[in-house]
């Protein structure tokens, strides 16, 4: 290593890990996950394999029990100091990144992971797609061509549903989404109800400029009490996107209710086309304007390789 390199790591608020020291952090953490769990927790196009889990799961949820018992810790200590009860609050997780780079997987497996702990948390995930404001309110707006920037997210409701989480409630209704319909569910709702710890994933959630032109006091990540930012090379994200768009187009959108059904007869080529399109206009300037500047916010990031899987771990320095 040069010393150049050396000057870089220790400048940087974060340790990094390459993935065969991370996976040497696992200690004695033994689960029980069958083949079945494996293939309900990975997203289309996105490869995952008990190796993965063993090897980045089981020492992240190992760090992320740290942290809770010291949540835990503070909790009672401060208890004892003002000499009141104060209830356990859920311990709340934020996953950000990128469309197609991996977050939805990524949550569902730590979602079970966790809930594998010793003490066996209730653990419940949340997606932010819910908060989206719904397609009419888009089009009033004029932004459905910007569905997925921050101006698209109800916001003020999302932050509420956040604060009642962090208030006690005991249950908390969550708005639904359909990705078939590419939209929210009016009739629909998810109920949460006193979770030890609480998943929320989506591509916003580091932000700060939630909604542009107004003095924000309050930000989603405030909630937070540990942050995960799943990382990857621009160019990997891109072939992600379109492969997935490809797959979809095989399956989903050939169903007449979906939503993107005006894809399902594009041959091989168009389909290509289409996406290269769809994340030029979209998802790229989302992605340089408003999700990778939040990188740095989180307190791990996930760096992934070509092939989906992570490749080395950057962890913030207590």
Sequence with gaps: MSSSQEELILSSPYQQF??????????QFNLNLESTDINSLHALNEPLNMKEIEEIYFPLAHLIELHIKNYDTIRDDSNS??????Q???????IAGSVAVGKST???????????????PKVELVTTDGFLFPNK???DKNIMNRKGFPESYDTKRLLHFLSAIKSGSPQVSVPMYSH??????PEEEQKIIEPDILILEGINV???????????KVFVSDFFDYSIYVDALEKDIIAWYVNRFESLRATAFQDPTSYFHKYADMSLEESRDMAIQIW??????????????TKYRADLILQKGSDHFVESIKVRKI
Aim: glycine residues 4%; positive net charge; charged residues 25%.
């Design 81 to 86: 100091f003002f000499q009141r009860h104060q």
């Design 280 to 293: 030029n206009e979209i998802n790229k300037p989302n992605l340089h304007d408003n999700i990778l500047p």
């Design 180 to 185: 078939l319909e590419y939209d929210v569910l």
């Design 18 to 27: 390459e993935r065969e020291e991370w996976k040497d952090l696992n200690g």
């Design 137 to 139: 309110v888009l089009s």
């Design 106 to 120: 990524t949550a569902r497996v730590l979602t079970k992971v966790l809930s594998l702990l010793p003490h066996k």
């Design 88 to 94: 356990k609050l859920p311990f709340i997780i934020g």
């Design 206 to 216: 580091l932000q700060v400029n939630s909604q542009k032109g107004q003095n924000n």
